[in-house]
C-alpha cells in the first residue's frame, strides 16, 4: 500500500521561499508508471493543483504560479519537494502530495496535508 | 484553463436522502473526471473516476454519471458518515481544476 506524508516548517515569512517534502513508502518515485503531484487547499477554500514530477525528471506547472514553483525528485531518498518563492499570505494553504499514473487517472493515493502559514 | 461550477456550494438534506450533486465542465472533458469526498482536517478521499467508476472499497450507494460538460454525483440514501464535502476535477487537460466544492450539511 502505498502512502505519501508531506513535512515541511509549518511558518514561513512573507518574500521567503516555501519548501516542503513528500516521502512515498510503498512505492518508488523512480517508477515510470507515476506521476507525482503538489495540490494546495488554503484555509475554507477549494483545491488548486499546483503541478507535477515525473520520474525522469519532466515537470508540469499550473499557469498561475509557474514563475514561482519548482518541483525536484530525490530518488536516493523516495522523496520529492515543491519550492515555492517570494510568498505572500495567499500561499497560506494546506499542501498536499499526491499519485496518479496521468492518461486521465485521478488522484487515488494522497498525503494526509501539512499546513503551511506566512506570516511575519 | 477548464472551469468547472458546481452549484450549489451549499446542500442541505436528511438521512436516508437521495442526493444529488451537479458539475459542469466549461468546455467538453468526455468522461475525464473524477469525484472525490472531503471531511474537516482530512485528505480527498477519490471516490469515482471516468465519470462512473465507483472506487474499490466505497460503497454502492454512491454513483457517477454523465459526459462532455454535464456530470453528476449521486448518493442514492445519505448516510451519516456521508455529510462532507464533495469536489470534482477534470482529468482531460492540464492544468488539473476542481469544482469549487459542494458541502451537504445535516437537515
Known amino acids: 500500500q502505498v502512502q505519501l506524508q508531506e513535512s515541511g516548517p509549518g511558518l514561513v515569512k512573507p518574500s521567503e521561499t516555501l519548501s516542503l517534502t513528500c516521502t512515498v513508502s510503498?512505492?518508488?518515485?523512480?517508477?515510470?508508471?507515476?506521476?507525482w503531484n503538489w495540490i494546495r487547499q488554503p484555509p475554507g477554500k477549494g483545491l488548486e493543483w499546483i503541478g507535477y514530477?515525473?520520474?525522469?525528471?519532466?515537470?508540469n506547472y499550473n499557469p498561475s504560479l509557474k514563475s514561482r514553483v519548482t518541483i525536484s525528485v530525490d530518488p536516493s531518498k523516495n522523496q520529492f519537494s515543491l519550492q515555492l518563492t517570494s510568498v505572500t499570505a495567499a500561499d497560506t494553504a494546506v499542501y498536499y502530495c499526491?499519485?496518479?499514473?496521468?492518461?486521465?487517472?485521478?488522484?487515488?493515493?494522497w498525503g494526509q496535508g501539512t499546513l503551511l502559514t506566512v506570516s511575519s | 484553463d477548464i472551469q468547472l461550477t458546481q452549484s450549489p456550494s451549499f446542500l442541505s438534506a436528511s438521512v436516508g436522502d437521495r442526493v444529488t450533486i451537479p458539475c459542469r465542465a466549461s468546455?467538453?472533458?468526455?468522461?475525464?473526471l473524477a469525484w472525490y469526498q472531503q471531511k474537516p482536517g482530512k485528505a480527498p478521499k477519490l471516490l469515482i473516476y471516468?465519470?462512473?467508476t465507483l472506487q474499490s472499497g466505497v460503497p454502492s450507494r454512491f454513483s457517477g454519471s454523465g459526459s462532455g460538460t454535464e456530470f453528476t454525483l449521486t448518493i442514492s440514501s445519505l448516510q451519516p458518515e456521508d455529510f462532507a464535502t464533495y469536489y470534482c476535477?477534470?482529468?482531460?487537460?492540464?492544468?488539473?481544476?476542481f469544482g469549487q466544492g459542494t458541502k451537504v450539511e445535516i437537515k
Open positions: 499526491a499519485r496518479d499514473t496521468g492518461y486521465g487517472d485521478p488522484f487515488h493515493y
Open positions: 510503498g512505492g518508488s518515485v523512480s517508477s515510470g508508471s507515476y506521476y
Open positions: 514530477i515525473y520520474y525522469r525528471g519532466s515537470t
Open positions: 468546455q467538453g472533458i468526455s468522461r475525464y
Open positions: 471516468s465519470a462512473s
Open positions: 476535477q477534470q482529468l482531460n487537460s492540464y492544468p488539473r481544476t
